[in-house]
């Protein structure tokens, strides 16, 4: 079989966006790659800025659906671009479209992930590359990740900024129950359990998501820490040492109305864009978390905040 590969150059701030609307229409998920011009690698750490472009790259099959999805993919994007247009941001560009053979697409999609340093001492090695490629340093925390159709590939500004909140909790908090909730790739699920949480519970409302976390938490040796299902903050009643939610800023400020609150004393928030962060924290102070710390990179906030029992 043959594919059509279709990309999106576009910025970092709408990379995800971008690919929430694709992945239900294409095979094999959404990648998202940004390489830094001196070494055309995504290997950094989060305090090196890549200065190349960002480029979302998906495959459609060529077959009796290609145009199909062809047209589901492009309506998806003028949609978002409704929205993006009553924000006042600019459009994102229709796809740019090229057929590979079934062995470049294979070689291709692999190509867009490379290891990824993130928070301190975080390494993210994609499942097929080997270990000696990737190069682990001692001390380092090495997290093997196949994306699969999930958000979370470690690239992201949301995912960077919760890795190091949870390194630098977790430090103090060996043996911490910690409730992630929209866990999709299971990237801060399994990333808990190996810097020391007791019990980790990850939940997402895509079932694809909770299907590619599974398949990591297994490839990661963890799955005696982990439990990966499908729900929501309310999926459980138990209340936890940490809540991680790196959702979307509007979903973070209505669970907290449903009572998301009562799932802990402490909390790392994120998906939040700057011009967000300040209604999130309103609904923190009315579900009594009181802000401990604000983090930012590029235009994505992280808040860490705890609350009394």
Known sequence: MNWLELFIETTNELAEAISDALFEYVEGGVAIEQFNDATRTADRWEDEVATGPVVVRAYLPLDETTEQRRNQVEFALRCLNMALNEQHIAPIAMPTYREVNTE????KWKETYKPIRIGRRVLIRPSWIAP?????????????LDPGQ??????????????????????????????????????????????????????????????????????????DLVKIDQGSWDYTTERFDLVVANILAPVIIKMLGQG??????????????????????????????????????????????????
């Open 104 to 107: 470049n697409w294979a070689e």
């Open 132 to 144: 000696s490629e990737a190069q682990a340093q001692p001390g380092e925390v090495e997290l093997v």
């Open 150 to 223: 999930a958000f979370g590939t470690g690239l992201h500004p949301t995912t960077q900024l919760c890795s190091a909140a949870l390194e630098d909790l977790l430090q103090a908090g060996q043996g911490w129950r910690v409730f992630d909730i929209g866990s999709g790739s299971a990237i801060l699920t399994v990333l808990a359990a190996k810097l020391g949480a007791s019990h980790v519970l990850g939940v997402d409302t895509d079932m694809d998501a909770v299907r590619t976390g599974v398949e990591n938490v297994e490839l990661n040796g963890v799955a």
């Open 260 to 309: 998301m609150a009562a799932r802990g004393p402490r909390f790392i928030f994120s998906g939040i864009l700057d011009t967000q962060a300040d209604d999130v924290i309103v609904a923190m102070n009315t579900a009594g978390i009181r802000l401990r710390e604000r983090r930012q990179m590029l235009d994505w906030v992280c808040l860490i905040g705890d609350r009394d029992l």
